[in-house]
């Protein structure tokens, strides 16, 4: 006998909740999640399963791991990033998380961490024109800016944020396009000449065209010999043995500058954001890191000494998860939590809906970084989730963190942000949680 369906929203009309999922996502996932740790929706054509309930996410990111596949939602990402780590499965996977993972471990980060101090500097160098004249600043962009030179000094021994101006836009454009909506523009065949096909390749030849700059260079002898881009121009194909293709390792490149700087940029400014607003943390903030750090740069050996910039990073990701949601193809029928689950179906697994599981989380809609106290001795598994989890668990959590603690602490010890006032942050769930209108603050150096 086939387990009974999950509960969940009656279709109102044809296209079930699209509707409500377009205009706000976010309402939509949070109320979705009051009908317990399992849901069932129709999103147009789809038939989605959404799962906050620990025991079921752990389910399918650990337990049954090979009944879940990547699916349809991530095929949108490969007009942006290829076909790399983060969109293929099994042995495609593999290979591809293989060649990566040394420049993910912690030893290698931490001897590339000067380059987050040295980004941050700039940062706080550039900030004190504003700072002076008393200019806002839109944080959004400007972590965005910080991150995208992270990451590119980081992993390809270059600095991209020489190319911004043709960068950001084709990033914010790919944010919206990457999402499946059903919408005819998508839906289109490719010959089909409308603005959105002018437009996406447009950006997409912009990626490309950057991603295969920097092979070049790497190519002609310009890069470091013992990088990340290096690392992917020496792999090989485990059946044939030969070089992997260009289209390959610019797939790689991508999916690491798309996947690595958008996300921790927004992190980057959320944790402001919440800092700013909450002037007891700020204050608890300035006095460890003014104990520990005086006027001298963080290094990774100083941060068991910082607990609570740990802890206030944790509650930030918790509160504004970057990736508010991420989906996964069913390959045959299951049973989650005695509900029937059809193959060929969708799910979707919501940390910004999780984290604010009422039955994991007290007063889930307030920043309090006491709740990850004592720092590392972190919630139930599966209940928070901001990296997502098991085998697939982003591969660049401890770059992120490492880059988040770092430019916080750098920040927060010269500059007071003020929030401009009258002005409504609101988040919005494009493929990472982005405030809708940016967020606006002005700068006042501290001891100034
Ligand atoms: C605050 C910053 C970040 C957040 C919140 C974040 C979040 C996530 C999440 C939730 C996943 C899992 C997706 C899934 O299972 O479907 C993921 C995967 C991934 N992330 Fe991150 N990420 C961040 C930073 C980074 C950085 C810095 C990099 C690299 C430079 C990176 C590269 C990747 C890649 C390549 C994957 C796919 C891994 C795999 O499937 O093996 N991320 N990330």
């Known amino acids: 006998m086939t387990a009974p369906p999950a509960p969940g929203p009656e279709g109102r009309h044809l296209m079930g909740a699209l509707s409500s999922f377009k205009r706000d996502s976010l309402s939509l996932i949070t109320e979705l999640q009051g009908y317990g740790g399992i849901a069932?929706?129709?999103?147009?054509?789809?038939?989605?399963?959404?799962?906050?309930?620990?025991?079921?996410?752990?389910?399918?990111?650990?337990?049954?791991?090979?009944?879940?596949?990547?699916?349809?939602?991530?095929?949108?990402?490969?007009l942006f990033m290829g076909r790399g780590m983060l969109t293929t499965d099994g042995a495609e996977w593999r290979a591809r998380r293989d060649i990566s993972q040394p420049f993910f471990q912690r030893a290698w980060l931490h001897g590339a961490s000067g380059v987050i101090?040295?980004?941050?500097?700039?940062?706080i160098a550039r900030w004190e024109g504003p700072a002076e004249r008393g200019e806002e600043i839109e944080l959004v962009d400007e972590m965005m800016w910080l991150a995208m030179g992270v990451l590119s000094r980081m992993l390809f021994?270059?600095?991209?944020?020489?190319?911004y101006a043709e960068l950001a836009p084709a990033v914010r454009f790919s944010l919206k396009a990457m999402i499946l909506t059903g919408e005819v523009s998508q839906m289109l065949p490719r010959w089909v000449p409308t603005r959105y096909r002018r437009d996406l390749r447009r950006h997409q030849a912009v990626l490309n065209g950057v991603m295969d700059d920097v092979i070049a260079l790497h190519r002609a002898g310009g890069g470091d010999p013992d990088d990340l881009v290096s690392a992917l121009l020496k792999a090989t194909d485990a059946e044939t043995g030969r070089s992997w293709p260009d289209r390959q390792i610019r797939a790689e490149l991508k999916t690491l500058f798309m996947a690595g700087h958008e996300t921790t940029g927004c992190a980057l400014a959320w944790t402001l954001y919440s800092v700013a607003q909450h002037a007891d943390v700020r204050r608890k903030l300035e006095a460890e890191l003014d104990s520990v750090l005086g006027d001298r740069a963080p290094t990774p050996g100083d941060l068991p000494d910082l607990p609570y910039l740990r802890q206030v990073v944790d509650e930030s990701l918790r509160l504004h998860p970057p990736i508010w949601v991420f989906p996964r193809d069913v390959v045959e029928d299951d049973v989650i939590g005695g509900h029937h689950i059809p193959a060929g179906t969708t799910l979707l697994i919501p940390p910004y809906a999780a984290h604010r599981d009422p039955g994991a989380w007290e007063s889930p809609e307030a920043f309090d970084p006491e709740r990850f106290c004592p720092a590392g001795r972190g919630p139930a598994r599966y209940t928070y989730l901001p990296f997502g989890g098991g085998a697939r668990r982003c591969v660049g959590y401890y770059m992120a963190l490492l880059e988040i603690q770092f430019t916080v602490a750098m920040l927060v010890r010269r500059y007071h942000l003020s929030l401009v006032p009258a002005q409504q942050v609101t988040p919005v769930g494009l493929v990472s949680l982005r405030p809708a209108r940016g967020i606006r603050v002005r700068l006042v150096k501290r001891g100034a």
């Open 157 to 163: 021994g270059v600095d991209l944020r020489d190319r």
């Open 117 to 123: 101090t040295s980004c941050a500097e700039e940062l």
């Open 40 to 78: 069932r929706v129709r999103l147009g054509p789809y038939l989605v399963h959404q799962l906050t309930g620990p025991e079921f996410i752990k389910h399918v990111l650990q337990d049954n791991t090979d009944n879940y596949r990547r699916g349809r939602f991530y095929q949108g990402f490969n």
